[in-house]
T-cell receptor, first 116, second 115 residues
Framework: GAGVSQSPRYKVAKRGQDVALRCDPISGHVSLFWYQQALGQGPEFLTYFQNEAQLDKSGLPSDRFFAERPEGSVSTLKIQRTQQEDSAVYLC??????????????FGQGTRLTVV | AQTVTQSQPEMSVQEAETVTLSCTYDTSESDYYLFWYKQPPSRQMILVIRQEAYKQQNATENRFSVNFQKAAKSFSLKISDSQLGDAAMYFCAYRSAIGTYKYIFGTGTRLKVLA
């Protein structure tokens, strides 16, 4: 596609509900990142995929957060039993690997999650 | 661990004037990249400019330029001839040259452009 696409743009969840956020990276981009951006803050790293392999999940805040990219393209970030502190914008980014190096990351418009 | 600090929560500039946004960072690595991203209300992060740490020459992209001081670990963004469309949140970001290449962002500076 022309850019990184995320859906839904907005999601309201009741506390305790499970949610799934989708990211469609730029076609051919090997690397995919998820970030969490709380209100008034900069994005914080959650997890990183290279193709279908999740190489770094050090930023996932708890075991309620789970991400997958089964075929190396579309990725889903799942949050189980949502809590109010999960309210944030979730950004997805993708990039190309050139000679083993990640190039510039292209970001989607994010999903704003509000837990009520 | 690396950190990025933006000490100016908000800045204002008159249209057509010049403004400088500050950023400092901390790292023990010698090879890394620095970025400035713009985030308008649409929330999409847009790359403004990037700097490779091994390059001494400051990066320039049209009206945007940086002052990269490696020893001082400082990376400021200068916007010349400010335009109304420059109004946005600006984030400074650090990325290691090794590992997973995740970005570490500062807390951002909100830039207002006054007509």
């Amino acid at each position: 596609g022309a850019g990184v696409s995320q859906s839904p743009r907005y999601k309201v969840a009741k506390r305790g509900q499970d949610v799934a956020l989708r990211c469609d990276p730029i076609s051919g981009h090997v690397s995919l990142f998820w970030y969490q951006q709380a209100l008034g803050q900069g994005p914080e790293f959650l997890t990183y995929f290279q193709n279908e392999a999740q190489l770094d999940k050090s930023g996932l805040p708890s075991d309620r957060f789970f991400a997958e990219r089964p075929e190396g393209s579309v990725s889903t970030l799942k949050i189980q039993r949502t809590q109010q502190e999960d309210s944030a914008v979730y950004l997805c980014a993708s990039s190309v690997l050139e000679r083993g190096m990640n190039t510039e990351a292209f970001f989607g418009q994010g999903t704003r999650l509000t837990v009520v | 661990a690396q950190t990025v600090t933006q000490s100016q929560p908000e800045m204002s500039v008159q249209e057509a004037e010049t403004v400088t946004l500050s950023c400092t960072y901390d790292t023990s690595e010698s090879d890394y990249y620095l970025f400035w991203y713009k985030q308008p209300p649409s929330r999409q992060m847009i790359l403004v400019i990037r700097q490779e740490a091994y390059k001494q020459q400051n990066a320039t992209e049209n009206r945007f330029s940086v002052n990269f001081q490696k020893a001082a670990k400082s990376f400021s963004l200068k916007i010349s001839d400010s335009q109304l469309g420059d109004a946005a949140m600006y984030f400074c970001a650090y990325r290691s040259a090794i590992g997973t290449y995740k970005y570490i962002f500062g807390t951002g500076t909100r830039l207002k452009v006054l007509a």
